[in-house]
Antibody, heavy 120, light 107 residues
Framework: QVQLVQSGAEVKKPGASVKVSCKASGYTFPSYAISWVRQAPGQGLEWMGWISIYNGNTYYAQNLQGRVTMTTDTSTSTAYMELRSLRSDDTAVYYC?????????????WGQGTSVTVSS | DIQMTQSPSSLSASVGDRVTITCRASQSISNYLNWYQQKPGKAPKLLIYAASSLQSGVPSRFSGSGSGTDFTLTISSLQPEDFATYYCQQSYNTPFTFGPGTKVDIK
């Protein structure tokens, strides 16, 4: 079946980096884009950006520019999101989600989420 | 960036009730509006895309309408499994911003 499986929970110190993986299966990986969405404890959803698997184009939310990098490995159908210079307010559950190349029809398949805790 | 607002922020309803949630965009987004349902500890689930298209596998009691700046999600007869938080999201322009959410709980 179509699914996205994410890597496990992480605990990081302020200033460190985290890299979350998202492995796709059950569909043609390059035919879609992958978005990353995060949710701080008790808060709403924040769209972080996306990557087109087809051509590698990326878009990052302005508040994360310079700290986030989204990449893919088409040989393993895996997407990655790296966030650097972590702060306490980066503590959140991070989701990857599949969307169309244009992004216009929403995100129809989601990973299970990866908890990232930033604490000294 | 396009700002999304939702009303109400929360509501209490009973099983069988008709529930309507409103979403408004800060500028026209045509019909590039999606609705998601999220239950505690779970990933969001796509319910409606392109303002009124029902995602495969989603019960027909869910419906969406609207275009331009004003949109609604309607649950025609609330079921026990529908108690959750609902988010709208625009996919007209990046960043694809979400609304703040509407929590639907049991009266």
């Amino acid at each position: 079946q179509v699914q996205l499986v994410q890597s496990g929970a992480e605990v990081k110190k302020p200033g460190a980096s985290v890299k979350v993986s998202c492995k796709a299966s059950g569909y043609t990986f390059p035919s879609y884009a992958i978005s990353w969405v995060r949710q701080a404890p008790g808060q709403g959803l924040e769209w972080m950006g996306w990557i087109s698997i087809y051509n590698g184009n990326t878009y990052y939310a302005q508040n994360l520019q310079g700290r986030v990098t989204m990449t893919t490995d088409t040989s393993t159908s895996t997407a990655y999101m790296e966030l650097r210079s972590l702060r306490s307010d980066d503590t959140a559950v991070y989701y990857c989600a599949r969307g169309s190349r244009s992004g216009t029809n929403g995100m129809d398949v989601w990973g299970q989420g990866t908890s990232v805790t930033v604490s000294s | 960036d396009i700002q999304m607002t939702q009303s109400p922020s929360s509501l209490s309803a009973s099983v069988g009730d008709r529930v309507t949630i409103t979403c408004r965009a800060s500028q026209s987004i045509s019909n590039y509006l999606n609705w998601y349902q999220q239950k505690p500890g779970k990933a969001p689930k796509l319910l409606i895309y392109a303002a009124s298209s029902l995602q495969s596998g989603v019960p027909s009691r869910f419906s969406g309408s609207g275009s331009g700046t004003d949109f609604t999600l309607t649950i025609s007869s609330l079921q026990p499994e529908d108690f959750a938080t609902y988010y709208c999201q625009q996919s007209y322009n990046t960043p694809f911003t979400f609304g703040p959410g509407t929590k639907v709980d049991i009266k």
